[in-house]
């Protein structure tokens, strides 16, 4: 009888919880301790506006502690594999747009590098330097879209809507450059389909001013930020091995510490010509990705800056009318090129037969192609080595045992892109 | 580190396999070896571990289906790549469609296993040894490999599209 008494006393007891403002009671406290002994299953996405694309978790939970988590992928698969083998060469740089989408002239123009490989074209130096141009410039858009949607993740939306206000600039470079703006489909084999115009070249010019500014005001936001950094340093850690063994490239691989970038392991597009550093992180985790991100914004702007400072004259074209597309006032007002576009168009060009790979620095690692030609108007088979399908599957390893909400700070800051890993 | 040419890396492969390399030539400057599927474990993992190759990291593999080559219609591909020297080497190994099995890699590389769920979801290689073969994109309803070359681009058997104009 007394011991029923206690009991019931007991139960009826208010105990002052963790942090001293909500009460509970010690019945209440034994329901939790008997639930946090089984495990729930939870659906983390597809549609979840946190993962930033089509992304698919299915999560074994302990309390907030993730246990496991089986990850679905291919919710926008558009078979560009198979696409491909059907189109003529050209045809496919607007497939290659929609790969990595938020820096798609790399894309393109990896694949343009990749057939003129084949075809053993050479480059006239301006060409090469107006790529590098946009090509860094489209990796400034896709660290700053990484490094600033990892901010609103982890609740800070300011930074992230102003320096969208740059990315629009960037955009507007590209839309003067060549008409469009997301999936740009830019340049063509063998260079570009028209010059610099003034008005891009101002557009340059203005952002190489503006933006300096902009992106340290955003740094200073958050790089020392004490609120930032407690929510991410040591969040998602990968090392260096693990790292490797995932076949991680791109900012991430550097985050672990491993200096490993295409644009100096094997040079293209005169990379060899500008002076720049690979920033590598330590620690591999989400703040090392976030400051190898931020660094390499303030590398691109070096190169960009260098090559606009030494861009050569000179055409914007390799002379190579088997494989270029002439312009279209040619077209209609002389025989040769006539010819020349037709045989383009109906793809009646003579192709090398033979295995090309190519890779390229892309946004968040090697982007590489890998085409297989047997001499006809289509490739024979193409293959994109897409970065971010091969460091995915790294991505329960790296979120077992930590808090759901980790988990969605490490899949903003792997910055991994839907389109590119369905392919 | 010094950089080995095409023909040292070659010649140390070759001592070391006395039998299953097929043959060896340079590619647009890729140096590529094709051998028997029967050695791909231990020819990967030598030149994984050798200390001269160390050809440490997996950039990709991938199939290719050659359907007018007899008993060799499937083809794998490995891209290895040595971060130190900046060398790359190419392997390939074809054996036949009806019998598309191929010891997995993954005890080597764990990035391996999408790669190779991916050649199962397209192709149709058994990759034996794997923790978990199933289709990786594709709709787990799908009872065809899709990129073989049999299957034309669209659904054969869709009948509201004319496509007679573009020769698909």
């Known amino acids: 009888m007394e011991d029923f008494k206690e009991e019931t006393l007991r139960d009826e007891m208010v105990f002052p919880a963790d942090n001293g403002q909500t009460s509970i009671t010690a019945s209440k406290t034994r329901e939790l301790i008997q639930s946090e002994q089984d495990l729930y299953t939870l659906n983390l996405g597809p549609t979840h506006p946190a993962t930033h694309g089509i992304f698919q978790n299915v999560l074994q939970m302990d309390g907030e502690k993730i246990i496991s988590s089986v990850p679905t992928v291919g919710y926008i698969h558009r078979a560009f594999e198979k696409l491909a083998e059907h189109r003529p060469f050209y045809q496919i740089t607007p497939i290659t747009d929609r790969l990595n989408y938020c820096s798609s002239p790399i894309n393109n123009f990896g694949w343009h590098m990749t057939v003129e490989k084949l075809l053993g074209v050479e480059m006239p130096k301006r060409v090469d330097y107006l790529r590098v141009i946009v090509m860094e410039l489209a990796r400034i858009s896709d660290h700053l879209i990484c490094n600033s949607v990892l901010a609103v993740d982890t609740g800070a939306l300011s930074g992230f809507l102003y320096v969208f206000q740059m990315r629009e600039k960037i955009y507007e470079i590209y839309e003067e450059i060549c008409g469009a703006r997301l999936t740009t489909n830019m340049g063509r084999i063998g260079g570009f389909e028209r010059d610099l115009s003034a008005k891009a070249v101002q557009k340059i010019k203005d952002f190489l001013i503006e933006f300096p500014k902009v992106w340290k005001e955003f740094e200073s936001l958050l790089t020392r930020n004490r609120i930032f950094m407690d929510r991410i340093v040591g969040v998602g850690a990968i090392s260096a091995e693990m790292a490797l063994d995932y076949g991680f490239t791109g900012p991430n691989l550097r985050a672990a510490g491993v200096d490993y970038d295409v644009r100096v392991a094997s040079p293209y597009s005169s990379y060899n010509d500008f002076d720049f550093d690979i920033p590598v992180g330590e620690n591999g985790d989400t703040y090392d990705r976030f400051l190898v991100r931020s660094a390499e914004i303030w590398n691109s702007l070096k190169i960009i800056n260098q090559a606009f400072d030494n861009l050569p004259e000179g055409p914007y074209h390799a002379d190579v009318p088997e494989f270029y597309l002439p312009p279209k006032e040619e077209v209609y007002n002389n025989m040769e090129a006539l010819i020349y576009h037709f045989k383009i168009v109906m793809a009646e060009i003579e192709v090398p037969k033979g295995e090309v790979y190519h890779s390229v620095e892309g946004g968040n690692g090697e982007l590489g192609f890998y085409l297989v030609s047997d001499g006809g108007r289509t490739p024979y088979r193409l293959h994109f080595r897409r970065p971010c399908f091969i460091y995915y599957q790294a991505y329960p390893e790296m979120i077992k045992g930590q808090y759901l909400s980790d988990a969605i700070i490490t899949m903003s800051s792997m910055n991994v892109i839907a389109g590119e890993l369905d392919g | ?168």
């Open chain 2, 1 to 168: 580190m010094i950089k080995l040419t095409s023909e040292e890396i070659l010649s140390r492969i070759q001592s070391a396999f006395t039998e299953g390399i097929v043959e060896a030539y340079e590619s647009f400057g890729m140096l590529t070896v094709v051998f028997k599927r029967e050695i791909n474990i231990e020819l990967l993992s030598f030149l994984k571990q050798d200390k001269d190759l160390n050809f440490h990291f997996l950039t990709d593999l991938c199939a290719v289906h050659y359907p007018d080559r007899e008993n060799e219609e499937m083809g794998m591909i490995y891209h290895l790549h040595n971060f130190f020297t900046g060398t790359r080497i190419r392997l390939e190994c074809f054996f036949p469609i009806a019998d598309p099995t191929i010891r997995t890699i993954i005890p080597l590389w764990n990035s391996a296993n999408w790669q190779e769920r991916e050649t199962f979801d397209f192709y149709g290689v058994i990759f034996e040894g794997h923790p978990d073969l199933r289709r990786i994109v594709n709709v787990d309803e799908m009872d065809y490999f899709p990129q073989l070359k049999q299957y034309p681009l669209e659904d054969a058997v869709r009948e509201d599209k004319n496509d007679a104009m573009f020769g698909r």
